[in-house]
């Protein structure tokens, strides 16, 4: 079971400072609406921020390549949050941006990738046709309640974004220390390979354990 009073707490951080959704902005979460995101950053997460959002169902090149960027035109978006998949299905079918051209998609300030880590050509196609968006390609899953590692849009304290990689999901995200470890479960050191560990203890929003079935 979660702990809701620190599942509230991590959802608005992560909202603000890792997303920078704040008052006033449009958040269009284009994503799969029965995954954690339909609760956490379609419904509660935009409400905590006083913010807009923009909900959608369906392929994102259906009936055209270009209804996302429809949506983001007609709505004014600020945030647009994507899984890498989801692009990709967008890429393959616009590969050189020609739906992009059609609509004016200058209020997207954020550009959210969720879930598993981008592929590198993915965030080249997002830079070549967006280039002046800032790029947040995150990496988390459903138990861990809200980003592993990813970019920070809004945390004063470094005072910008850390440069985008491509292929890489940036820094930890507060919260999570995050180790890599060889086979020997030995922690290596920088630009070597290995298993990526979460030491303890964990953030509140985890999900610990399954009801009744620990």
């Not at 807009?52 to 209804?67: L, Q, R």
Request: with cysteine; proline share 7%; glycine share 10%.
């Amino acid at each position: 079971m979660r702990d809701t009073g620190g599942t509230c707490v991590g959802l608005d951080f992560c909202m603000k400072s890792v997303f920078n959704v704040n008052k006033g902005s449009v958040h269009f979460a284009g994503s799969d609406v029965g995954w954690v995101v339909g609760h956490s950053f379609i419904v509660y997460g935009p409400l905590l921020r006083l913010s807009s959002c923009v909900f959608f169902e369906g392929k994102p090149v259906v009936p055209n390549p270009g209804v996302i960027w429809d949506r983001v035109q007609k709505y004014k978006v600020t945030s647009l949050y994507m899984a890498p998949t989801g692009v990709r299905v967008v890429k393959k079918e616009d590969y050189d941006g020609e739906w992009v051209k059609k609509y004016d998609v200058s209020s997207i300030d954020g550009f959210l990738l969720v879930g598993e880590r981008c592929d590198p050509d993915t965030i080249h196609w997002i830079h070549r046709h967006f280039p002046h968006v800032k790029i947040n390609d995150t990496w988390w899953q459903t138990e861990t309640g809200w980003p592993i590692t990813g970019n920070l849009l809004n945390i004063a304290e470094y005072g910008k974004i850390f440069p985008t990689l491509p292929g890489s999901v940036t820094k930890p995200v507060p919260g999570y220390d995050v180790r890599i470890f060889n086979e020997a479960n030995k922690e290596v050191a920088p630009g070597e390979l290995g298993k990526v560990v979460i030491k303890m203890p964990l953030p509140p929003s985890f999900m610990l354990t399954l009801w009744g079935n620990d």
